[in-house]
């Protein structure tokens, strides 16, 4: 039983793509993130979701569009894929914002080319 | 601006002995700490967390201490075995609703 899921795990692309990333999570929380890792480690939010509305939006370029159906679901959309959105994204999921722990997808590997 | 940042980007340790990864942060209003530990190729996997009301939590042969005077966190782990291998992140929420990582330390275990 995944808890929270990521599709798909493997993106290869080309510049000026658009692509979008699905997210899913069984645990029954109202609050969904998505995380960008760079090559060296670094993990940082871009946006955070609670009852499918938008409540943290980091400093991203409107390229990203996140998507929230249901609370069950949030995905993330790219238009005009450039090389540097190369990365590793990952979805996580809390009962609650913020001060809660935080449920990670097994993230999803974009390559740009 | 405030951060969450580790000492050490790289620890190795032989296994079977005691390891310490140290987490340095500097918003004075955080009031929940985390540590999550990612091994290669899979997401961050929570291990063990502390409120600021605390200075100590243990778990299953990790321990968390905090202190707040200097701002600073650390993470004991017992007997270090090979399994323990990964990049282990402190984070922290701020005191708002958001959680800020730190930069990561890759704890290799040598057998």
Redesign the interface.
């Known amino acids: 039983d995944t808890a929270?899921s990521q599709t798909p795990k493997y993106l290869v692309t080309q510049m000026g793509n658009d692509k979008s990333i699905k997210c899913e999570q069984n645990l029954g929380h109202d609050t969904m993130y998505w995380y960008k890792q760079d090559s060296?480690?670094?993990?940082?939010?871009m946006f955070?979701y609670n009852n499918k509305e938008l409540?943290?939006n980091e400093t991203v370029p409107n390229r990203f569009s996140p998507k929230s159906p249901d609370k069950a679901h949030l995905n993330l959309h790219i238009n005009s894929l450039e090389l540097g959105d190369s990365a590793v994204y990952?979805c996580?999921s809390s009962q609650e914002?913020?001060?809660e722990?935080?449920?990670?997808?097994?993230?999803t590997r974009l390559l740009v080319l | 601006g405030e951060s969450v940042g580790l000492h050490l980007p790289t620890l190795s340790v032989q296994e079977g002995d005691n390891s310490i990864i140290n987490c340095a942060y500097s918003n004075s209003a955080s009031d929940y700490f985390i540590w999550y530990k990612q091994e290669s190729g899979k997401g961050p996997q929570f291990i063990i967390d502390i409120r600021s009301n605390m200075d100590k939590r243990q778990g299953q042969r990790v321990t968390v201490l905090l202190n707040k005077t200097v701002k600073h966190l650390s993470l004991q782990i017992a007997a270090t075995q090979p399994g323990d291998s990964a990049v282990y992140f402190c984070a922290d929420t701020g005191g708002g609703n958001k959680l800020t990582f730190g930069t990561g330390t890759q704890l290799k275990v040598e057998l």
């Open positions: 929270v060296k480690k670094f993990l940082k939010i955070s409540i943290i990952f996580a914002p913020g001060g722990t935080q449920y990670f997808g097994p993230g």
